[in-house]
């Protein structure tokens, strides 16, 4: 455990306590797509099987258990609590066309070839395009609520520093783990325009930040 990963971790987990926090407090999960909510599920359960085959630190086990929590608490906000004002009509990305290339990659570059292997790196590239669905709907309503853009902040920061603790890592120890590497600059690279919006408009005091509508 290097600073890095422990702040980004730190980030992650204060991206999903925001958007729960965010859905609990106002009655609402408008602006939140529930489709990129069920990939992140998607992501943590088929990365955390190995709950259930392994234990490597009591800090380890409790942040999986408290990710897979959250994440399908959040996805039960949107689908059945708070479902009248969730907007399907504008979460329209069809996320069959990251589950398929996703699935067949995984069969095609791994670390191993066992089922929880193949499962996480399902995972690894499950997680670097699981936000494009909440992209698309922000770019497709023409605006986010600052408290969004907090979670999208805090998501891509987690990202930026995992990519830190990497290369610490192979400077540190010789480690290096292509597929978690190339997935996560990747995902970093979906969110270098957010980054650039939210500081510029939304660190101002801009309030709410809008986008350009798509043509």
Not at 102 to 112: K, P, Q
Not at 130 to 152: D, N, R, S, V, W
């Amino acid at each position: 455990m290097n600073v890095f990963r422990l702040l980004g971790d730190l980030s992650h987990l204060l991206a999903i306590i925001i958007l729960f926090v965010k859905i609990w407090r106002t009655n609402s999960c408008a602006g939140i797509s529930g489709k990129s909510q069920v990939l992140f599920a998607l992501v943590f359960t088929t990365r955390y099987l190995d709950l259930f085959t392994s234990f490597i630190s009591v800090y380890n086990t409790v942040m999986k258990v408290v990710f897979l929590a959250l994440a399908y608490a959040t996805v039960y906000l949107i689908y059945l609590r708070f479902r009248g004002t969730y907007d399907s009509e504008n979460d329209s990305f069809r996320v069959e066309f990251l589950l398929v290339p996703v699935a067949g990659l995984s069969f095609l570059e791994y670390s191993d070839f066992t089922p929880l292997e193949i499962l996480w790196t399902f995972s690894i590239y499950l997680e670097s395009v699981a936000i494009l669905p909440q992209l698309f709907m922000i770019t497709k309503t023409g605006q986010a609520e600052t408290i969004t853009t907090h979670y999208l902040f805090f998501l891509g920061l987690y990202r930026t520093l995992y990519l830190a603790n990497w290369v610490w890592r192979y400077h540190t120890e010789g480690f290096f783990d292509h597929i978690a590497v190339v997935s996560g600059v990747v995902q970093t690279i979906f969110y270098c325009d957010f980054f650039y919006l939210y500081f510029t408009r939304v660190l101002r005091g801009s309030g709410n930040m809008s986008l350009p509508m798509p043509v």
